[in-house]
């Protein structure tokens, strides 16, 4: 009978359907850093400096979102699976809200009084390291208000309002770019204006999702959560959450590892070059997760149904979507890299070995939608481990050797550490190949 939405369209519609809404918010949820990435990139004397700074802090911010995952995923997926069920829903939701804080206060208290220990073991010197320490300490004052921000605006969209989400987070975008052209051309702070100017989006969004939920009544009541129940929900979700965090940290910790190895075989100012190339590639990036991350529902319900045809018929649609979509995207990069590099940094030397880089981390673009497509469907058939063996072997048994390797076998080609993505990627997507074959 096609009595649902999954029997009502076609495959091709389905995926459209689902994967053009995370799509936007893969691609609104890193604007933040790509914004006060490109306003770092046109500082004048200093904006070398700030990029290598901002290059240098990646790993710890990307660190500071995997710890935020933790219980704002699990939050929104526990207020879903018990929507309909008032006293359970409203448990995790103030419990998911009070671990928030918890976590997040602790979390930017230790980093305050190790600040000066961290940045040293980050690579930050002289300039680099005083920007990096202003950029940091506001950063962690920010990281409150940013965790409380994901947590609620998660659970918007579990209680049934995904366009509120969109609405929410794309203002606290438009926000950090007002405040950022304000703060630092207005009124001259420099480098320490970009992370005032992320922190006030930050607020906003915190602030504004509170009010919006409060104006719902869906704050209205504070449950009664005895210390046994308290401890019982929070089991629950850091369980859930544990999992994307772990996925998510990875890529921080490899981020320190490449950084390490630029500030050893080359120069810090590698680091800011690799700080913006890896913005653009995360940007290309998204709509190929987006698409892949629409697509799990899609997978999982002609599983469950066991219509086969179906299911492999959306897998090879997102194959061949994501390839086409990452060949033009390659074809992009590769005639008009210069145009869009111009948005982060100014003419010189430095845009020319930004050029070479960017090329060299796309040669490989095209198929990476491979890997991403069978790791959602290792994630939805029951094969979570193999999922995260894959990001394991790409960002930890391949990335880490290689950043080292590499220089070390060519020493006289500044940009070999880069051709350590394309390398980890294609020997990912065999493995990846391999899994689905052996599935």
């Not at 005895?226 to 929070?234: D, H, M």
């Not at 991403?372 to 481990?385: A, F, N, P």
């Not at 790409?394 to 076998?409: D, E, K, S, T, W």
Request: hydrophobic letters at 55%; proline letters at 3%; charged letters at 10%.
């Amino acid at each position: 009978m096609k009595d649902n939405i999954y029997e009502k369209k076609s495959v091709n519609k389905l995926i459209l359907y689902f994967s053009l809404p995370a799509i936007l918010s893969l691609i609104v949820e890193i604007m933040a850093s790509v914004v006060d990435t490109a306003f770092a990139g046109h500082l004048g004397s200093i904006s070398v400096d700030a990029l290598t700074a901002m290059g240098l802090l990646t790993p710890v911010l990307n660190f500071f979102t995997a710890v935020q995952s933790l219980f704002a995923v699990s939050t929104s997926v526990f207020v879903a699976k018990y929507l309909n069920q008032k006293e359970q829903c409203s448990e995790y939701f103030f419990c998911g809200i009070i671990m928030t804080l918890i976590v997040s206060t602790l979390l930017s208290i230790s980093f305050y009084f190790w600040l000066e220990p961290i940045l040293k073991l980050l690579g930050a010197k002289e300039q680099v390291f005083t920007l990096a320490k202003t950029y940091l300490q506001i950063q962690l004052f920010s990281n409150l208000f940013s965790s409380m921000g994901y947590t609620l605006t998660s659970c918007i969209r579990a209680f049934g309002y995904p366009k509120i989400e969109m609405i929410l987070t794309s203002l606290a975008v438009l926000v950090n770019i007002l405040f950022n052209a304000f703060l630092v051309f207005g009124l001259h702070l420099g480098f320490a204006g970009l992370a005032y100017g992320t922190l006030m989006s930050e607020i906003f969004c915190a602030v504004s999702a509170w009010i919006w939920l409060s104006n719902r009544q869906m704050l209205r009541k504070i449950p009664q959560l005895s210390l046994s129940k308290f401890k019982n929900c929070t089991a629950h979700l850091a369980k859930l959450g544990i999992a994307q965090t772990i996925i998510q940290a990875m890529g921080g910790f490899t981020g320190f590892f490449v950084n390490n190895s630029l500030i050893l075989h080359t120069a810090s100012t590698y680091v800011a070059v690799w700080n913006v190339v890896q913005n653009i590639y995360t940007l290309f990036l998204m709509p190929t997760v987006g698409i892949t991350q629409g697509v799990q529902t899609i997978i999982a319900y002609f599983s469950g149904q066991e219509k086969e045809k179906e299911k492999k018929q959306a897998i090879g649609s997102t194959i061949t979507g994501t390839i086409l979509y990452g060949l033009l995207s390659t074809i992009c990069i590769f005639l008009f890299g210069d145009t869009l590099l111009s948005v982060f940094i100014e003419a010189g030397s430095f845009l020319q070995i930004a050029k070479n880089v960017l090329k060299i981390i796309f040669v490989t673009f095209p198929l990476i939608g491979i890997f991403y497509t069978i790791m959602t469907l290792l994630e939805v058939t029951g094969h979570e481990l193999k999922a995260v063996g894959l990001i394991l072997t790409r960002q930890i048994l391949l990335m880490i050797p290689l950043v080292y390797f590499l220089p070390m076998v060519f020493p006289n080609q500044s940009t070999s550490i880069f051709f350590s993505v394309p390398i980890a990627d294609v020997v990912a997507i065999l493995v990846s190949v391999l899994f689905a074959i052996f599935l």
